[in-house]
């Protein structure tokens, strides 16, 4: 008898996760979440709005209200499924008298990786997020950018098939946020999922295949990237030169004119084409014309503003199965 759970197409699939705390507070108010296996998802929204207490919900730290759904297409909190999901917690502490060595053998050890392979792994992922020559220190004496680099490779030693990692960017520097970025490409390529929680919108943006808005408890927006951010919401054109002559004309278009610069709201190709005419024919040089596309920031901002005028809107429907 085939089990229909194993074939969802979903490495992730939460429905109606509700927590509340004491009579009045409610963390999560029917949260729907569905993670495609095989890509990166990330999880964001304002603090306060449940993030992370639904991802402690996903890996049975905090036990929820209520919840359905499923984790690699078994029941939440499925022990087989918790051995093959790495987990990286946000502010995680390790204990200081071991060393980076023996903190990934003691975590792999407790998701029964055996030994022979804990040790290659071990290896593996040191020298993979550059901490090989730390490898025998005690983490006492580790930066908080390096406790981080070991937490990631902590999370993967199961080699899982579902990462999940609470701001896995935190305490890194700019090429450390790199690294980890070029990591979470790889862990896709080889077919693992990936759920990250973030307030780094930027950083999200560079790898993430869909998102989900989280805001007071509740989904607000969720969705491919691409679908969402691909709208341009203005042309910048440059130039070099005195546009006094064509100013009048431009603003008549809808043109903000700043010094070498116009300013147009929008994506209508004629209004930004004969911009460009009106400048050039000025005996102008356009130096660029550069389109704003909308961000994460930018919908961030709008599912906030849309929360804030309707305190008690329902929660976003569930989206088809890819």
């Known amino acids: 008898m085939v ?6 197409n979903w490495g992730v699939d939460l429905i109606d996760v509700r927590k509340t705390y004491g009579r009045s507070i409610h963390a999560l108010r029917g949260v729907n979440i569905q993670v495609g296996r095989g890509e990166i998802f990330g999880l964001l929204g304002p603090n306060g709005a449940g993030k992370s ?11 929820p209200t209520h919840a359905l759904g499923t984790i690699l297409g078994r029941p939440i909190g499925h022990h087989g499924k918790l051995a093959r999901t790495g987990y990286l917690p946000e502010n995680h502490r390790f204990p200081g008298y071991l060393t980076g060595n023996q903190v990934l053998h003691h975590f792999a050890a ?4 055996p030994g ?3 040790k290659k792994n071990a290896g593996r992922l040191l020298d993979r997020l550059g901490m090989t020559k730390w490898a025998d220190t005690r983490v006492s004496k580790y930066s908080k950018g390096m406790l981080q680099r070991l937490g990631i490779a902590q999370a993967l030693m199961n080699a899982p098939e579902l990462v999940v990692l609470d701001e896995p960017t935190d305490g890194l520097d700019p ?3 790199r690294d980890v970025r070029e990591l ?3 862990l896709k ?3 693992t999922t990936v759920f990250l929680n973030s307030h780094l919108l930027s950083e999200l943006e560079m790898v993430c295949d869909r998102v989900s808005i989280l805001i007071d ?3 607000a927006r969720q969705g491919r990237l691409a679908d969402l951010t691909d709208q341009t919401v203005e042309y910048r054109i440059s130039y070099t030169g005195n546009a006094a002559a064509v100013r009048g004309k431009l603003v008549a278009l809808g043109a903000t004119v700043d010094e070498g610069e116009a300013i147009l709201a929008g994506c209508e190709a004629d209004k930004v084409n004969h911009a460009i005419d009106l400048i050039r024919a000025a005996g102008l040089m356009i130096d660029s014309v550069i389109p704003k596309r909308v961000s994460l920031e930018d919908i961030l901002a709008e599912a906030l503003a849309d929360r804030s005028g309707s305190a008690d809107a329902a929660p976003v429907a569930r989206p088809v199965s890819p």
């Open 3 to 8: 089990d229909i759970t194993e074939m969802t």
């Open 53 to 63: 207490t639904l991802v402690k919900i996903m890996m049975t730290v905090v036990r």
């Open 110 to 113: 407790l998701a029964h990786v």
């Open 116 to 118: 022979a392979v804990r």
């Open 175 to 177: 090429m450390g946020r």
């Open 184 to 186: 979470l490409v790889e």
């Open 189 to 191: 390529e080889s077919g």
């Open 217 to 219: 408890g509740l989904v």
